[in-house]
């Protein structure tokens, strides 16, 4: 099964502002899980043998421009590697149709009984992304 590539709309909160007046770089990661979630829902829709557990091990955030309150804001999300047991997830936050910031997470199989890694399902593959757009620029 190809992975789904997401796309959500995030509504920049005036708390989510620092002294700066622009994002504060620890809510990105929030923005990032939101956006992993809605990436995971998206998989349950389409894989209906049984839920897949997982534990985040690695996060790697680049950002490129500030992110303003007043930005229309969109985070991207797919999957660029799958491996036995771990699978890469990128992210890419848009403000205004700019790429703003840039995220890498690797995720591993978790089993919640026996504490340890697990495999992820064989038949996943990574996503294709030659019919995805970036957002357009808002006016």
Same mark, same amino acid.
């Given at each position: 099964?190809?992975?789904?590539?997401?796309?959500?709309?995030?509504?920049?909160?005036?708390?989510?502002?620092?002294?700066?007046?622009?994002?504060?770089?620890?809510?990105?990661?929030?923005?990032?899980?939101?956006?992993?979630? &809605?990436?995971?829902?998206?998989?349950?829709?389409?894989?209906?043998?049984?839920?897949?557990?997982? /534990?985040?091990?690695?996060?790697?955030?680049?950002?490129?421009?500030?992110?303003?309150?007043?930005?229309?804001?969109?985070?991207?999300?797919?999957?660029?590697?799958? $491996?036995?047991?771990?699978?890469?997830?990128?992210?890419?936050?848009?403000?205004? $149709?700019?790429?703003?910031? &840039?995220?890498?997470?690797?995720? /591993?199989?978790?089993?919640?009984? &026996?504490?340890?890694?697990? $495999?992820?399902?064989?038949?996943?593959?990574?996503?294709?992304?030659? $019919?995805?757009?970036?957002?357009?620029?808002?006016?």
């Amino acid at each position: 099964m190809q992975l789904p590539h997401s796309r959500i709309d995030i509504q920049v909160r005036f708390s989510d502002l620092d002294m700066l007046g622009h994002v504060s770089n620890s809510y990105y990661a929030q923005y990032f899980d939101l956006a992993r979630v &809605t990436f995971f829902r998206n998989i349950e829709k389409l894989y209906v043998r049984r839920h897949v557990q997982y /534990v985040v091990a690695s996060v790697k955030m680049d950002m490129l421009r500030e992110i303003r309150f007043d930005h229309s804001v969109v985070v991207d999300t797919w999957c660029s590697k799958k $491996g036995n047991k771990s699978m890469t997830i990128e992210h890419v936050i848009y403000a205004n $149709g700019q790429k703003a910031t &840039t995220c890498q997470t690797v995720l /591993v199989g978790f089993d919640r009984e &026996t504490r340890s890694s697990t $495999g992820l399902p064989n038949d996943w593959q990574t996503t294709d992304l030659s $019919g995805v757009v970036p957002p357009s620029i808002a006016t």
